[in-house]
C-alpha cells in the first residue's frame, strides 16, 4: 500500500509531535506497510502508547519497543482471532445471542458520550421473527414525507393544538410604559452592535475541551474565591480573614464558597463553609445557620461568614456578607459619544427556541416570528437556541434523514432570507440544546453556510454567553436555564415576602458569573480554563436576558432591567417572546435605565 511520508509527519503534528530524524520517518513507514496501516492509524496508535508509558519521545528506540509491545501483538491477535472463526465454520444459537449482546453493550457505550436525553434510544433489530413495519422503513427512509416541500422544516405534518391557539398577540408581563399603541422599529438603520470586551478578548471560535485537570479546576474556582473576597473585604471594611479551621473564642470573619456535605440537595442542616487556600488551605467546617433570621445560599456561592468557631470545628454563624454588584459600564469614548449623542429609542425583539412544537418538527411557530419581524421591523432581533433541539422526540429517535448541521443550515437560511426586507440586524446566540453544535460550556459561535456582504453587515454570531454593546446599552446573553439549575440548589429563610427570581439574579450579578453554580448541573459540561476568561461578568449589565423553562417575567434587580422572555414553544402548544425599547441616556454620575418599556407577547 503507498504511505505517504509528508501525511505522516503532518499527522504526527497535529498531536505536537514533532518528527525530526530520518531514520525516525524510515521507520514510520516501514510500520506503515508491513502492519497495513493509514497515516493517521500509525500516529493515533503511536500518541496513545506514547501516553500510556508517560510520555515517551519519538526515537527510534521507542518506535522498536512501539512495534514489540503494541503493533505485534495486535497483529497477532487478529490472525488468532481469524483461524478461530474458519475453524468454527457457523455458529450457534448462543454466540449469536452473545454477539447481539455485544453489540447493544457497544450501543450504550457510545449513547454515554451523546448529548443527553430522555431515555436511551436503542437500533431495532430486524429479524424474521420479529419484522419491521413497512410504515416505519418508509418512514427512516423517505427524505419526502418528513421534509416539507413548502418550506425549510423537516416535517410534514403541523401541529393541531399550535395552529388552533387563541391568544396570539396577548401581552402576558409588561414593564415601563411604551411611547406608542404600536410597536416598531426603524429597520436597524441606526443600530451599533458590537462585543463589548472586543474580539480579542471575547470567545470567537472553537477551542479544544475534554483534557481538563482537577489542579486547574481547584486554581479556577480558587481565583474566583479570592477575587471576590478583596470586593467583600473592601466594600464591606473587613480587616482581616480568619481559617474556618482555627479555633476562637470571639467572633471572626472567614472567607469561602458554600458547599453540601453530601451528594444530596443542599438544606439547613448540611451546610459547609469552604474556606479559601490563603487563610484556611482549602479545609472546610460544618456552618450552623441557626442564629441567622434571613439568608439566602446555593452550593458554590462565595461568602464572607461572621460567627463562632470556638471548636475549630463548627461555625455557628452570625452573619452573612453577600456579594458586591459590578458597576455599570459608562466609558464612552469621545468620537463614539458623538456618533450615538442623537439616537432616537430602539426595538429589541428576543426570543429563545426551541422554535418547534414537542410534536412536529416543521418551524411554523418561526415562521410566525419571522412574519413578526417583517411586520414591526425592530431594530434588533436577539434569537437564542436551541434551533434544532437535542431533547426534541424526532431527534431522540433519530427520524430525521438529513445530518443536523444540513438542517440547521437550512433554518439559519430562512430566517436570514425571511428578514431581509426587514433590515433588522440578526444576533444568533447558541444553545448547549443544540443538538448539531459543539456540547461545552462557554460555548462557541454558530458557523454556517457563507453569507454575502449585505448579510454579514446585519447577521451576527456569538458565543454563549456574551455580553454585547448595543447603541451603548450593554446585554448579558445566556441560553442556559440558570435559573432553573439555580432554583432547584437555593435554600432560604426570610422574616417577610420574598421573590426567588430576584433572589436569584441577584446572586448572579453578585458573584459576577454567568453561571456561579457549583458544581454545576449534569448536564452543563464546563470547561473551567474557558469560563475564567470568557464566562465572566465584567460590567453590570443595563439588561440581562436570561430565559428559563420557569415562568417568564420581567424585573428590576439593583438596577439591572432582568428579562425571561419564555420560550417560543412549550411542548405542543405556542410559547412567548419579549421585546424592548431601550434609548442611551446621558451619562450621568447616577445610573438611569436605558430600557423605556419592555413586554412578553404569546406567539
Known amino acids: 500500500m503507498a504511505v505517504s511520508l509528508e501525511t505522516i509527519v503532518e499527522e504526527m503534528r497535529m498531536f505536537e509531535v ?101 431515555g436511551s434510544q436503542k437500533r431495532v433489530l430486524t429479524t424474521p421473527e420479529n419484522p419491521q413495519s413497512k410504515r416505519v422503513f418508509a418512514l427512516n427512509r423517505s427524505p419526502h414525507l418528513l421534509f416539507s416541500p413548502s418550506s425549510f422544516s423537516p416535517s410534514a405534518t403541523p401541529s393541531q393544538k399550535y395552529s388552533s391557539r387563541t391568544n396570539r398577540g396577548e401581552i402576558v408581563a409588561s414593564f415601563g410604559t411604551a411611547q406608542a399603541t404600536s410597536w416598531h422599529g426603524s429597520s436597524g438603520q441606526t443600530a451599533v452592535i458590537e462585543l463589548l470586551n472586543g474580539a480579542e478578548e471575547s470567545l470567537t471560535k472553537n477551542y479544544k475541551y475534554m483534557l481538563q485537570k482537577l489542579l486547574d479546576v481547584r486554581d479556577v474556582l480558587s481565583f474566583k474565591i479570592e477575587e471576590l473576597g478583596c470586593a467583600l473585604k473592601d466594600h464591606y471594611k473587613i480587616e482581616e480573614f480568619s481559617s474556618v479551621s482555627l479555633p476562637a473564642q470571639e467572633p471572626v470573619t472567614v472567607l469561602g464558597q458554600i458547599g453540601c456535605d453530601s451528594n444530596g440537595k443542599l438544606n439547613a442542616k448540611s451546610v ?199 447603541n451603548g446599552v450593554t446585554f448579558g ?21 420574598s421573590d426567588r427570581f430576584s433572589r436569584i439574579l441577584k446572586h448572579i450579578l453578585t458573584q459576577r458569573s454567568y453561571y456561579p453554580l457549583y458544581p454545576p448541573a449534569e448536564e452543563v459540561n464546563i470547561d473551567y480554563e474557558s469560563f475564567q476568561s470568557f464566562a465572566q461578568m465584567t460590567v453590570r449589565p443595563d439588561v440581562f436576558i436570561v430565559p428559563s423553562e420557569l415562568r417568564y417575567f420581567i424585573k428590576d434587580v439593583i438596577g439591572c432591567i432582568c428579562m425571561n422572555p419564555g420560550r417560543l414553544t412549550k411542548g405542543q402548544v405556542g410559547g412567548t417572546y419579549g421585546r424592548l425599547y431601550i434609548r442611551r441616556m446621558a451619562v450621568r454620575e447616577e445610573h438611569q435605565s436605558p430600557c423605556i418599556a419592555a413586554q412578553v407577547v404569546k406567539i
Open 18 to 118: 514533532e518528527v525530526e530524524q530520518d531514520d525516525v520517518t524510515e521507520k514510520l513507514v516501514e510500520l506503515c506497510r508491513i502492519y497495513r496501516l493509514k497515516e493517521a492509524d500509525i500516529a493515533n496508535k503511536w500518541v496513545a502508547y506514547s501516553i500510556t508509558k508517560h510520555g515517551l519521545s519519538l526515537t527510534l528506540e521507542n518506535l522498536e519497543n512501539f512495534e514489540h509491545d503494541s503493533l505485534s501483538k495486535e497483529a497477532n491477535k487478529i490472525r488468532n482471532t481469524a483461524k478461530r472463526d474458519r475453524s468454527l465454520g457457523t455458529k450457534d444459537l448462543a454466540s449469536l445471542q452473545e454477539l447481539i449482546q455485544a453489540e447493544e453493550e457497544d450501543e450504550n457505550l457510545l449513547e454515554s458520550y451523546t448529548t443527553p436525553s430522555k
Open 272 to 470: 459547609v463553609m469552604e474556606g479559601d487556600l490563603e487563610h484556611s488551605s482549602g479545609m472546610h467546617v460544618p456552618m450552623d445557620l441557626s442564629e441567622l433570621k434571613e439568608y439566602s445560599l446555593f452550593p458554590g456561592q462565595v461568602v464572607a461568614v461572621e460567627g463562632l468557631n470556638s471548636t475549630g470545628r463548627r461555625l455557628i454563624a452570625s452573619r452573612i456578607f453577600e456579594g458586591v454588584p459590578l458597576p455599570f459600564f459608562n466609558a464612552i469614548d469621545s468620537t463614539k459619544e458623538e456618533v450615538l449623542g442623537d439616537l432616537k429609542q430602539q426595538m429589541i425583539l428576543v426570543a429563545c427556541g426551541p422554535y418547534t412544537t414537542s410534536d412536529s418538527i416543521t418551524y411554523d411557530p418561526m415562521m410566525d416570528l419571522i412574519e413578526i419581524i417583517k411586520k414591526d421591523q425592530p431594530d434588533v432581533c436577539i434569537l437564542l437556541g436551541p434551533f434544532l433541539d437535542a431533547k426534541h422526540e424526532q431527534v431522540e429517535n433519530c427520524q430525521l434523514t438529513e445530518p443536523f448541521e444540513v438542517i440547521f443550515n437550512r433554518c439559519l437560511k430562512g430566517i436570514i432570507e425571511g428578514t431581509q426586507s426587514s433590515g433588522s440586524h440578526l444576533i444568533f446566540v447558541p444553545s448547549l440544546r443544540d443538538v448539531h453544535h459543539e456540547f461545552v460550556y462557554p460555548q462557541p459561535p454558530f458557523s454556517c453556510y457563507s453569507l454575502s456582504k449585505e448579510e454579514k453587515q446585519r447577521v451576527h454570531f456569538v458565543s454563549e454567553p456574551c455580553m454585547l454593546n448595543i
Open 477 to 497: 446573553l445566556t441560553s442556559t436555564d440558570i435559573l432553573f439549575h439555580m432554583g432547584a440548589e437555593e435554600i432560604s429563610s426570610s422574616s417577610g415576602g
